[in-house]
């Protein structure tokens, strides 16, 4: 198994690990911050998948532009200049690419070593505090909207007294 890790700058570095030496490393922190570990790297990996799935819209979006300049048959300063803006999507997408399949295996990992019970069961939690969370905002806005009519019966009985 190779653990491969893409720096801010791209490149990539890879360290070959085995199984039996990872289980004792990660048996040496604490399950707790194990959990914690996959829990921010399950944030991180969604937040690269959002990521990749835009860079790969704005990929589209600028090989469509490609097709009408070049549909035109003018202007090759645009052309250039949108060529260059689709290479570096390109090359943006496949950076992306490369940090979500380095993030998927390090989940896979954690996973293994925490077990996939536990990771489940941290999923459905966190679903279901999201899901109070959003109950709370609903509430949250109801009662200001109700703090607000208050206000103006308030003002109104003032204006009237």
Do not use: C, Y
């Not at 819209?57 to 003018?74: C, H, I, P, T, Y």
């Not at 200049?81 to 896979?108: C, D």
């Not at 489940?120 to 703090?147: C, P, Q, T, V, Y």
């Amino acid at each position: 198994m190779a653990v491969e890790e893409v720096g801010v700058d791209g490149s990539s570095e890879s360290s070959p690990i085995n199984k039996e030496d990872l289980l004792s490393h990660l048996n040496a922190f604490p399950k707790n911050r194990l959990v914690e570990e996959v829990v921010s790297m399950w944030e991180e990996l969604g937040e690269l998948e959002r990521e990749l799935a835009m860079a790969r819209q704005r990929a589209r979006a600028l090989d469509g532009e490609l097709v009408n300049v070049r549909s035109k048959s003018g202007g090759r300063a645009d052309l250039a200049e949108l060529e260059e803006r689709f290479r570096v999507a390109e090359a943006r997408r496949g950076q992306l690419e490369t940090m979500l399949a380095n993030e998927q295996g390090r989940r896979k990992d954690l996973e293994e070593v925490v077990g996939e019970g536990r990771v489940d069961e941290l999923r459905r939690e966190n679903a279901a505090l999201i899901r109070r969370e959003e109950e709370h905002m609903l509430l949250i806005l109801d009662m200001e909207s109700k703090i607000d009519q208050l206000m103006e019966i308030i003002a109104e009985l003032q204006n009237n007294a």
